[in-house]
């Protein structure tokens, strides 16, 4: 099976599609009070769960290349993290906001008291740094350091993936799916895995 660049165009354009419907989605879901008895809560949920979507469609990209042979697919690569990175930052973003009121001192100190949230920001500092080196100037400066950052990728997805399930407080079936879904592209790099244990 083969991808033209044409096909990677249209592929790009649909992920931008879909990334717009998910937010106008989310506005229609607010502007019609639809969120439930405590919205903001349901508001931080789909934002994180959306970012996490996007995340471990990132991962699932360097699979699929290898099955199908597919090498031009890795361009979408990028644009799938980036938008991972931004639905990230509004789900920190709201819950700084609706949740915290804009007290930056008790969400240092909730990050620091609440294993959950702190995970939750260690992921969100891994796709901040990786985010900020995908420009391609400072990917060719940092040379082959580039790819051992990037690889700090799989740990991002896991923080963030056990993040979601302590977040959650009653209906972990979900959650649990999202965890296996993690591991099972996690075991896809299992040669990295074994190269840190050496």
Not at 104 to 117: C, G, M, S, T
Request: with cysteine.
């Amino acid at each position: 099976m083969k991808i033209s660049m044409r096909g990677i165009f249209y592929l790009k354009v649909f992920i931008h599609l879909c990334a717009l419907a998910t937010f106008v989605y989310l506005a229609y879901l607010i502007d019609q009070d639809l969120l439930g008895a405590d919205p903001v809560k349901e508001m931080i949920h789909f934002l994180g769960k959306t970012s996490l979507n996007f995340l471990l469609l990132t991962l699932l990209v360097t699979p699929v290349i290898k099955r199908f042979k597919m090498p031009l697919l890795i361009r979408v690569r990028r644009l799938l993290g980036l938008y991972s990175f931004a639905w990230i930052c509004l789900h920190l973003l709201v819950f700084i906001w609706l949740e915290l009121d804009w007290e930056l001192l008790l969400f240092f100190d909730e990050v620091i008291k609440r294993p959950y949230l702190s995970l939750g920001a260690l992921a969100w500092v891994i796709l901040l740094l990786l985010s900020i080196t995908s420009i391609n100037m400072i990917k060719r400066l940092m040379k082959r350091k580039w790819l051992t950052l990037h690889r700090f990728v799989y740990w991002a997805v896991l923080l963030a993936t056990i993040h979601y399930y302590w977040s959650v407080k009653s209906g972990l079936i979900e959650p649990t799916i999202y965890l296996l879904i993690c591991l099972f592209l996690l075991i896809e790099r299992k040669a990295y895995f074994k190269s840190l244990l050496k």
